[in-house]
Antibody, heavy 120, light 105 residues
Framework: QVQLVQSGVEVKKPGASVKVSCKAS????????ISWVRQAPGQGLEWMGW????????YYAQIVQGRVTVTTDTSTSTAYMELTSLTSDDTAVYYC?????????????WGQGTLVTVSS | DIQMTQSPSSLSASVGDRVTITCRAS??????LNWYQQKPGKAPNLLIY???SLQTGVPSRFSGRGSGTDFTLTISSLQPEDFATYYC????????FGQGTKVEI
């Protein structure tokens, strides 16, 4: 069955960077994409970015563009999301989700989420 | 960015009720609209994609309709496991979610 398993809880200081991993299994990694979505405490969902695991093409939300980088390692079927220059506003649960191969569309399988806390 | 406005923000309903949630886009998005269900402490779960297509494994009491700017998610007969928060999600341009609709007992 399709599974996305994310890395564990992170606690970072303001100004630092965080890198979250998302290991996929149960499907051919390069025939899909991966999107990243975050959810601040008690808030709604915010789409951050997408990568095609086939082509490596990326597409980012303007709100985090310039601070976020999404990559994949096809040899290990793992996607990564790195966010730099962290502030307290970046405190959230970060989810990876399986997306479409050539464009971000619907998200049909999700990781369990990774809590990132930014605090001095 | 395209703004997605859901209504209501929350609703109270009983088991067996028919429930309809509305999502309105600030401009036309054709049928590039998906619906997700999220329970507390859990990741979202895809219910409907491309406005009206039922995701595999999702009960048939869930249905989606609409195109352009106005969309609905309907639960034909609310079950105990359906009490959750529902989000719409547009993928016509820079992807955005609605603010969510909490369905409570």
């Amino acid at each position: 069955q399709v599974q996305l398993v994310q890395s564990g809880v992170e606690v970072k200081k303001p100004g630092a960077s965080v890198k979250v991993s998302c290991k996929a299994s149960g499907y051919t990694f390069t025939t899909y994409g991966i999107s990243w979505v975050r959810q601040a405490p008690g808030q709604g969902l915010e789409w951050m970015g997408w990568i095609s695991a086939d082509t490596g093409n990326t597409y980012y939300a303007q709100i985090v563009q310039g601070r976020v980088t999404v990559t994949t390692d096809t040899s290990t079927s793992t996607a990564y999301m790195e966010l730099t220059s962290l502030t307290s506003d970046d405190t959230a649960v970060y989810y990876c989700a399986r997306d479409q191969r050539y464009s971000t569309n619907w998200l049909d399988h999700w990781g369990q989420g990774t809590l990132v806390t930014v605090s001095s | 960015d395209i703004q997605m406005t859901q209504s209501p923000s929350s609703l109270s309903a009983s088991v067996g009720d028919r429930v309809t949630i509305t999502c309105r886009a600030s401009q036309s998005i054709s049928t590039f609209l998906n619906w997700y269900q999220q329970k507390p402490g859990k990741a979202p779960n895809l219910l409907i994609y491309a406005a009206s297509s039922l995701q595999t494994g999702v009960p048939s009491r869930f249905s989606g309709r609409g195109s352009g700017t106005d969309f609905t998610l309907t639960i034909s007969s609310l079950q105990p496991e359906d009490f959750a928060t529902y989000y719409c999600h547009q993928t016509y341009s820079t992807r955005t979610f609605g603010q969510g609709t909490k369905v409570e007992i």
